[in-house]
C-alpha cells in the first residue's frame, strides 16, 4: 500500500488508474468526464445508499450498505482530486499540500448525514474547482460522512487505492458494476 499521508500522496497514487478520454490534459472533455463522474457518484451513488437503508434498513446501516457506502465515498475522493488534477487552478496548490488528517480535522460533525447531503446536489452543481472554498466545502461533505461512520478520509483513500489496484490486477479497471 503506498505511503498515503497527503491529498497530494494520494493523487499521485492513482494517477495511473486515470484510464479515461484525455485524462491528465485538462482538456474540456476530460474536464466534463470528472465532472460528470463527481456528480454521479455524489449525487447519485453516495445519495442512492442512504437513501436504501431508509427504505430497506429502517434507517440502519448494515454491514453490507457500509462497506458500499465507503466504496462510494472513496470514488467521490476520486473524482474530487481528478478534477483538481484536470482543472489544475492556483488553488489546487494550496490543497495538495494539506495533510489527509488535516481535512479530517476541519470537519465538524454536529450536522447529521441527511443534513449534510440534502445540500451535495446544490454544492456539486455549483463546484467550481478554481475555487479553493468549493473543493473544501465538497471535502467536508466527505469528511461528514466518514466520520459518522467511524472512517477518515484517509481510511478512505486507502481503500480506494486498494478497490483500485485490484480492480488493475484483474483487468477490470474499465466497465460497469461496483463490484466488477
Do not use: C
Not at 9 to 37: C, K, M, W
Not at 151 to 176: E, M, P, Y
Amino acid at each position: 500500500m503506498p505511503h498515503l499521508h497527503t491529498l497530494a500522496e494520494y493523487r499521485d497514487a492513482i494517477e495511473q488508474f486515470a484510464i479515461y478520454p484525455e485524462a491528465g490534459t485538462g482538456s474540456h472533455r476530460a474536464q466534463r468526464h470528472v465532472t460528470l463522474g463527481l456528480y454521479s457518484e455524489m449525487i447519485g451513488a453516495v445519495s442512492a445508499d442512504y437513501q436504501k437503508a431508509e427504505r430497506d434498513d429502517a434507517g440502519k446501516f448494515t454491514t453490507d450498505r457500509l462497506v458500499d457506502i465507503k466504496r462510494q465515498l472513496g470514488d467521490s475522493l476520486w473524482y474530487i482530486t481528478r478534477g483538481l488534477v484536470e482543472f489544475d487552478t492556483r488553488n489546487a496548490g494550496l490543497i495538495w499540500g494539506k495533510s489527509l488528517h488535516e481535512l479530517q480535522m476541519s470537519v465538524h460533525v454536529e450536522r447529521s448525514i441527511l443534513e449534510a447531503w440534502m445540500t451535495v446536489p446544490r454544492v456539486v452543481v455549483q463546484t467550481d474547482f478554481s475555487q479553493y472554498q468549493d473543493v473544501l466545502t465538497l471535502l467536508h461533505l466527505l469528511g461528514i460522512s466518514a466520520a459518522r461512520h467511524g472512517w477518515s478520509i484517509q481510511d478512505l483513500a486507502f481503500a480506494n487505492v486498494a478497490k483500485l489496484k485490484d480492480r488493475a490486477d484483474r483487468g477490470v479497471l474499465q466497465g460497469a458494476g461496483e463490484y466488477r
